[in-house]
T-cell receptor, first 114, second 112 residues
Framework: AQSVTQPDIHITVSEGASLELRCNYS??????LFWYVQSPGQGLQLLLK??????LVQGIKGFEAEFKRSQSSFNLRKPSVHWSDAAEYFC????????????FGRGTSLIVHP | ETGVTQTPRHLVMGMTNKKSLKCEQH?????MYWYKQSAKKPLELMFV???????ENNSVPSRFSPECPNSSHLFLHLHTLQPEDSALYLC???????????FGSGTRLTVV
């Protein structure tokens, strides 16, 4: 069965520092990959998605993610974090071909220190 | 404006009450979903509707009853809930799934 692992429950960074949130998946074929962000009291918002092609994907709010097939990873990055980036981040995996229901990771909570 | 609107935003209900959650999307999506999000638990898929037909029911207790009268509206009818049902209930919609989901802001439900 496919699975998604976000190894870090919490990540703390200082404002202006760079950020990398990890996501690993277990699936036979290359799936579709997504990152979502959830601000407190809100629903999830799609940051970016990977289908195929260029392994570096640009998203909204200055985020990017890199797909590494050899590592089964899809890590989210941002070069300089703003206080407003403090939120919960979810990685999601959708098998290519067939199902339209993704598997979500458990989330990583980002704390930003001034 | 997220494209998916959920009402109410907050709901407090007693265990003997009956209430309904409403979700509306005007994005032209063909699938709609109910998720439950509890503290310290992963996102739980409850129900899936694809072209108004229910295609998934993830072993959800019968005290939760979904209704999808058309492809733009989704309801979750609640009755005789338990305190452990207190959670954030999220509605989402998608077109073919692989474009990603659009989520509503959720209904924060408290069962007393």
């Amino acid at each position: 069965a496919q699975s998604v692992t976000q190894p870090d429950i919490h990540i703390t960074v200082s404002e202006g520092a760079s950020l990398e949130l990890r996501c690993n998946y277990s699936y036979g074929a290359t799936p579709y990959l997504f990152w979502y962000v959830q601000s407190p009291g809100q629903g999830l918002q799609l940051l970016l998605k990977y289908f195929s092609g260029d392994t570096l994907v640009q998203g909204i709010k200055g985020f990017e993610a890199e797909f590494k097939r050899s590592q089964s990873s899809f890590n989210l990055r941002k070069p300089s974090v703003h206080w407003s980036d403090a939120a919960e981040y979810f990685c999601a995996v959708l098998p290519s071909g067939g199902s339209y229901i993704p598997t979500f990771g458990r989330g990583t909570s980002l704390i930003v220190h001034p | 404006e997220t494209g998916v609107t959920q009402t109410p935003r907050h709901l407090v209900m007693g265990m003997t009450n009956k209430k309904s959650l409403k979700c509306e999307q005007h994005l032209g999506h063909n699938a709609m979903y109910w998720y439950k999000q509890s503290a310290k638990k992963p996102l739980e898929l409850m129900f899936v509707y694809n072209f108004k037909e229910q295609t998934e029911n993830n072993s959800v207790p019968s005290r939760f009853s979904p209704e999808c009268p058309n492809s733009s509206h989704l309801f979750l009818h609640l009755h005789t809930l338990q305190p452990e049902d207190s959670a954030l209930y999220l509605c989402a919609s998608s077109q073919e799934g692989y474009y990603g989901y659009t989520f509503g802001s959720g209904t924060r439900l408290t069962v007393v």
